[in-house]
């Protein structure tokens, strides 16, 4: 799951650099795969979900879909649920959501 997370995130630089929206096509779709493999519970499943919503916010700013602005504030509330009050990166998730 690490290998593939850490693929994903190249894949958003990759997009961020060159414009090529396969690339962030491509990122939606493995971090899409590592949520499913992260257990909930787990001590990154925020912050991947985090990452998951600034795909999907990334594609809908280059493509416009509607879709993918509401994937992208859907996963980064579960982002904001799954941590607790107090947490340090709390107040960063819900800048992330209201973000979107």
């Not at 190249?10 to 499913?36: C, P, R």
């Not at 809908?60 to 859907?74: C, H, P, Q, R, T």
Request: glycine letters at 8%; proline letters at 2%; a negative charge.
């Amino acid at each position: 799951v690490e290998e593939l997370n850490a693929s994903a995130v190249e894949l958003m630089k990759h997009f961020q650099e060159s414009g090529d929206w396969t690339a962030i096509d491509n990122a939606v779709q493995l971090m899409e795969e590592v949520i499913k493999l992260t257990p909930d519970g787990h001590t990154k499943k925020a912050a991947r979900l985090g990452n998951l919503g600034t795909a999907f916010h990334s594609r809908f700013e280059y493509l416009g879909e509607l879709k993918d602005i509401e994937n992208a504030i859907f996963v980064k509330q579960q982002a904001v649920d799954l941590t607790p009050d107090g947490h340090a990166n709390k107040a960063g998730w819900l800048n992330n959501l209201g973000n979107a």
